[in-house]
């Protein structure tokens, strides 16, 4: 199980033009990712960090490269079929959270799962919530909850469905450390629960400690892996 | 599908969330000023029309020379319609010694269907309302016949082989406006069951026979479009409209202000929901954004806001007609007793029309920009600088305004007239864009001086330029909108009530004899009425024009044949007359005395067919002559002042036989003067149009409610466009507010800011709307009153005034929550 490559990425390049010229992002980064392993990218700011999740989550596309969800070339998809695939073996956790204002906790943890078109949207909704421990809390707006609290709908919502890879942005950059900690810790209990890969953007060496393959991004290379 | 009910879900969610009460209430209002406007035009119409009707003594009249056809009688009875017959003709009545030409009439059981005759019980006593006409045996006549045959209520007189007796003085018939100068000859009213007995109608006779109708508006109008196509030489079909232009000008003046009023709601309304639009694509940017990470293809984006849109809109439409039925019933119970009629149901018209509006607002301003969310970037989950969406100014507002080309057409079904209303509306937005931009321009060097909130405040005008240019213009068109509510309507109704000022004539004097003049005015004088002007009248027949004989059948139009076939009535005059206005040619000076020109009225050249050049020759008492048509005139009929379709210059016709004219006004309380006048001057015909008048002063009366109430509508569109536009920038403020309040802004410091960035902006929107609302004015002035309205100084003040204070009040109070919130929470949730 663990030899099965879920993440794949081939040559992959990033470059965007600016007004002061053209501006490489991501230069040549090569990884895979196996079924089930936590790994971090981490780098300074503008090492590119951000820009590769985005690439591996097909939320944009690359100048040049490969990138392989599930054994599924992204960009051999257009836009929508990114977005289906994403919608089956995908989950994100974003820095900002990035709940829908008008729903209630509860309505945003089943909206991928509405989307998906199943039945027991809310049963399995319920269950969730239950399980980042927000039962109680289902009914109430994201502006009503505080951050580690909308952190914790962000996840139950992203493990809802079961992905089989969740990305994650920068998930404790909102936080305070104590509810940082706590967010961690529910991110890798679901890990383990359900078997998730997880991949993790930060800069925080303490979270990067506790993934079990940290890649270490440099101007747009990938420098070294650590460990 | 499954994406259906989720869209219902999304919808509820939506509405729960308070994400959607604009835009909804923005459609609620347009759906219904529309249907309020549509239910009672076509309700108002049928009241206000059966109101006239009172004028005619029906609703609908068919007039023969032959006899009425059976068949139409017949047809009348299907159709369920109340049916009273006249005949009327000249003829000689005898009384003693005595004998005088009359007009006429005999009426069967149930005249006048509409209006009411009103008859005294002695000469000079006072008259009161009488329903239907007289009994059998008897007749009515006026003070004037009857003074001058001798006799009183109680005699007799000889009509024909006929004995009657005299039963009543009657002082007014409702019907009497028809052909109203033309009748000399003073009227004698009998019962028709009599008039066989008098043999006086013989096949030769010169008679006239109407049957009169009454009943359901829609009766009457089938019956009408069968009839008209078979009416043969010598008949005629009419109704009030065709009888008396300026009820029909007040009828259809006040239909034109409804239906402008309801277009103006509508518009309004579109901006309002292109407005919340606005904030909702900004709101939802981010949704899109997470949903596409979560899954859904852009097909499911586009199908659930879609799907979200039109339940939306069928719902908001639903309510808006009801509001706008229950409203016009509202108005009903205002106008109605009013009326005094039975109101028909209102059609399905409107409720169709209010759904049409509802949804072609809605899809063409909010749905082309709603639709292209599903473009958002979907990187713009990690970065939030990404996608703010660029919706083009063609598709936010451009197939929002063709939508509404299409409602224009709809609610004007004429496509020439849509297509004025459409290019002078996209003028007004092109003008309130344009001087908006020139003032945000001019706004530019102010930036630099002033303390830190002024600075921030005109900053924050002219920073955001793009979005202060909407917001001006959004502002501006509420405004614009109750500048011309309040200000321009009202002098425009004003002046509209004033053309037919408490003073109008209401009496009118004929036949006049040139040796009575002194003595008429020596009368008056006596009497504390100021002697009005006397104009000259001369009785003549056309009979050439341009050297060519003409003939009734050289005229398609009835009233061409009409106006061949009797004799005109010519006058001489040195000035214009004050109604009237020269429109083409030249009037005539001094030297001109005597020299063979006509000045012609206007409407009658062109149904004739005629211009400045030709020629005309006149017939009077045998002899003939012929002038030039020098100019034409347009003539102001509501003025009810004695008007004339041919006038010469003095010197001309001085030898013809002439008698005079006049109209005066006499307030009812002194109406005992013209009995004292009967009896001095008896050959002089009075006629009494002050039923008329207040007849149609009340039809202006209520056409001024009718609009002033239909304009709440277009008030409370106006002040939704301010509502939405306050509320489609408030994420940005608040946001902003939070950056400035951790950057130090005190509370104050941010206070005198949102006060003078929307004080300002008031001001300056406030110049643009009354500057538009002027336009505006001038226009309607133009097209619908045919008055020249010159907006001044005092409208664009109370526009910077109106403008700043009420967009100042309404946008600080509408933002000053921003200052309450915590600035730290603001920034983290979102």
Known sequence: MTSEIVVNTQNLHKRVVSPEGELTLLQGVDLSIAAGETVAIVGASGAGKSTLLGLLAGLDEPTGGRVSIAGQDLFALDEDGRARLRGEKVGFVFQAFQLLPNLTALENVMLPLELAGRPDAQQVAEGVLQRVGLAARGSHYPKQLSGGEQQRVAIARAFAPHPQVLFADEPTGNLDRRTGERIIDLLFQLNAEQGTTLVLVTHDQHLAARCQRQLELDEGQLKAEVQ | ?830
């Open chain 2, 1 to 830: 599908m499954s994406h259906f009910s989720l869209a219902l879900r999304h919808l509820h969610r939506e509405w729960r969330a308070g994400e959607l009460k604009v835009l909804a209430m923005a459609l609620i209002v347009a759906v219904a000023s529309v249907t309020s406007v549509n239910f009672f035009t076509s309700r108002i119409h049928q009241a206000l029309t059966g109101q006239a009707n009172d004028l005619l003594g029906g609703d609908l009249v068919f007039v023969s020379d032959n006899g009425v056809k059976e068949e139409l009688a017949a047809r009348a009875v299907e159709l369920g319609l109340q049916r009273a017959r006249t005949v009327e003709f000249p003829t000689m009545v005898l009384a003693g010694e005595k004998n005088q030409l009359v007009a006429l009439k005999a009426a069967s059981d149930g005249y006048p269907l509409r209006g009411k005759n009103r008859i005294a019980p002695k000469l000079f006593a006072a008259d009161a309302e009488i329903t239907g006409g007289p009994e059998p045996g008897t007749v009515w006549g006026g003070s004037r016949l009857l003074t001058i045959l001798g006799v009183d209520v109680g005699d007799e007189i000889t009509v024909g082989n006929s004995n009657l007796k005299v039963g009543a003085v009657l002082t007014s018939e409702p019907d009497q406006s028809e052909g109203v100068l033309f009748n000399i000859a003073p009227r004698l009213l009998m019962h028709a069951d009599d008039l066989p007995a008098t043999e006086l109608v013989q096949p030769a006779s010169r008679v006239i026979y109407r049957l009169l109708l009454a009943g359901d508006v829609d009766a009457i109008g089938q019956i009408r479009q069968e009839w008209e196509p078979k009416l043969v030489q010598g008949e005629s079909l009419h109704d009030v409209q065709d009888a008396r232009p300026e009820v029909r000008s007040a009828l259809n003046r006040g239909e034109h202000f409804l239906a402008l009023a309801a277009l103006v709601s509508v518009l309004l309304a579109g901006a309002a929901v292109a407005m919340a639009t606005r904030r909702f694509i900004s709101r939802h940017l981010d949704s899109c954004a997470i949903m596409r990470c979560l899954g859904a293809e852009q097909a499911v984006i586009s199908q659930l806001y879609l799907t979200q849109m039109v339940v939306l809109g069928l719902l908001a439409s639903v309510v808006g007609i009801v509001v706008g039925y229950l409203a016009q019933w509202g108005l009903m119970l205002f106008l109605a007793p009013l009326a005094g009629i039975e109101l028909p149901a209102p059609s399905l018209w409107p409720i169709l029309l209010g759904l049409i509006t509802g949804m072609v607002t809605l899809l063409g301003f909010a749905v082309p920009p709603i639709l292209q969310l599903k473009n958002v970037p979907t990187l713009r989950v990690l970065r939030r600088d990404l996608g703010g969406l660029q919706i083009s100014a063609l598709s936010a507002y451009g197939i929002g305004i063709l939508a509404f080309a299409v409602l224009v057409l709809f609610q004007a079904q004429n496509l020439k007239l849509a297509a004025a209303i459409m290019a002078g509306l996209l003028m007004v937005l092109l003008m309130l864009g344009a001087v908006a931009g020139g003032l945000l321009l001019l706004l530019r060097p102010l930036r630099k001086k002033g303390g830190a909130a002024w600075r921030f405040g005109v900053v924050n005008i002219s920073r955001r330029s793009g979005h202060s240019l909407i917001q001006m213009v959004g502002f501006g068109v509420g405004l614009m909108a109750l500048l011309l509510l309040a200000v321009v309507r009202a002098d425009l109704l004003s002046e509209w009530e004033n053309r037919l000022p408490a003073d109008a004539p209401n009496r009118f004097l004929i036949n006049i004899q040139p040796d009575q003049l002194d003595g008429v005015r020596q009368f008056l004088r006596s009497e504390d009425v100021e002697p009005p002007l006397l104009y000259p009248m001369i009785r003549a027949r056309l009979v050439q024009i341009n050297g060519e004989k003409v003939v009734p059948e050289d005229f398609k139009t009835e009233r061409g044949k009409r106006l061949v076939k009797r004799e005109f009535n010519l006058s001489w005059a040195e000035k214009v007359q004050s109604s009237n206005a020269v429109v083409s040619g030249r009037w005539w000076g001094p030297e001109d005395h005597g020299k063979p020109f006509f000045s012609v009225e206007q409407s009658l050249a062109k149904e004739l067919g005629l211009g400045v050049g030709d020629t005309l020759t006149y017939d009077v008492a045998g002899q003939q002559f012929t002038a030039e048509i020098t100019n034409l005139r347009q003539v102001n009929w509501e003025s009810f002042k004695a008007n004339f379709f041919v006038v010469a210059p003095p010197g001309l016709l001085d030898n013809y036989p002439v008698n005079y004219i006049t109209g005066f006004y006499l307030p009812t309380e002194q109406h005992a003067v013209l009995n004292r006048m009967v009896q001095q001057f008896p050959n002089i015909t009075v006629l009494d149009v002050a039923t008329i008048l207040d007849q149609v002063r009340e039809i202006i009366e209520q056409v001024i409610l009718a609009v002033e109430y239909v304009f709440i509508f277009t008030v409370l569109a106006g002040l939704m466009v301010m509502y939405a536009t306050i509320h489609a920038t408030l994420d940005d403020r608040i946001r902003e507010a939070a950056v400035l309040r951790t950057l130090g802004g005190r509370r104050s410091q941010l206070m005198s800011s949102i006060i003078l960035e929307y004080t300002g902006l008031g001001l300056l929107s406030g110049l643009v709307g009354s500057i538009a609302a002027g336009a505006i004015g001038m226009v309607i002035a133009k097209q619908i009153f045919d008055l020249t309205y010159l907006p001044g100084p005092t409208l664009w003040l109370s526009g910077m005034l109106i403008g700043a204070v009420g967009v100042g009040v309404a946008g600080t109070l509408g933002t000053r929550f921003v200052l309450n919130q915590p600035p730290l929470k603001t920034l983290r949730g979102t």
